[in-house]
């Protein structure tokens, strides 16, 4: 790899590491091509995406900005999981690293914030932002159905009592 080749790595990391909700960082020795294809599926399903990153490149694109803990991340056989949702990744990096001895999450970046494997597992509990949204959506119909509901029960009662009556008129 030349020096122009690097500087366009740096950049991209650089834009990985900016527009990204949250970074997963992980250690994938041991992965075979389908393990690592399979993984790439379900994050690609979720919206997000796995790159496996030189360790040097990755730490000059920080270019220091979340100190020693954030570089220290970085050692090793190491592939990042990212999405502009800050959930998506590290919900399916989780849930692979439980099904998969070989993957294993190490840490992560939430911005200018390092965060542990307790941080990111935590993080992968929170619901997805589309998840988010359906709830959202789901208690501001709430009332307005409840609403019309009781609008229209005394029409209702009115309907069958005046069935009734033509009904016994009808007997």
């Not at 970074?23 to 379900?42: F, K, P, S």
């Not at 294993?104 to 509990?125: E, H, N, P, W």
């Not at 589309?130 to 009332?143: M, N, T, V």
Request: glycine residues 10%; charged residues 20%; neutral net charge.
């Amino acid at each position: 790899m030349d020096r122009a080749q690097k500087q366009d790595t740096i950049e991209a990391l650089k834009g990985v590491f900016d527009t990204s909700g949250a970074v997963v960082v992980t250690h994938y020795l041991g992965l075979t091509v389908a393990e690592m294809t399979d993984l790439r599926d379900r994050l690609r399903e979720q919206g997000a995406q796995l790159k496996v990153v030189k360790n040097t490149l990755a730490q000059k694109a920080l270019d220091g900005s979340v100190g020693e803990a954030g570089d220290a991340l970085f050692k090793g056989p190491v592939a990042i999981a990212y999405a502009p949702d800050a959930v998506s990744a590290a919900k399916v990096a989780t849930q692979y690293a439980k099904e998969n001895d070989k993957f294993t999450v190490i840490g992560g970046l939430m911005g200018q914030q390092v965060l542990d494997k307790g941080g990111i597992s935590a993080l992968a509990t929170l619901p997805s932002l589309d998840e988010l949204r359906g709830k959202i959506i789901g208690l501001i119909q709430a009332p307005a159905t409840k609403v019309a509901g009781v609008l229209q029960a005394p029409a209702g009662q009115l309907a069958r009592v005046f069935n009734a009556y033509a009904q016994k008129d009808a007997a």
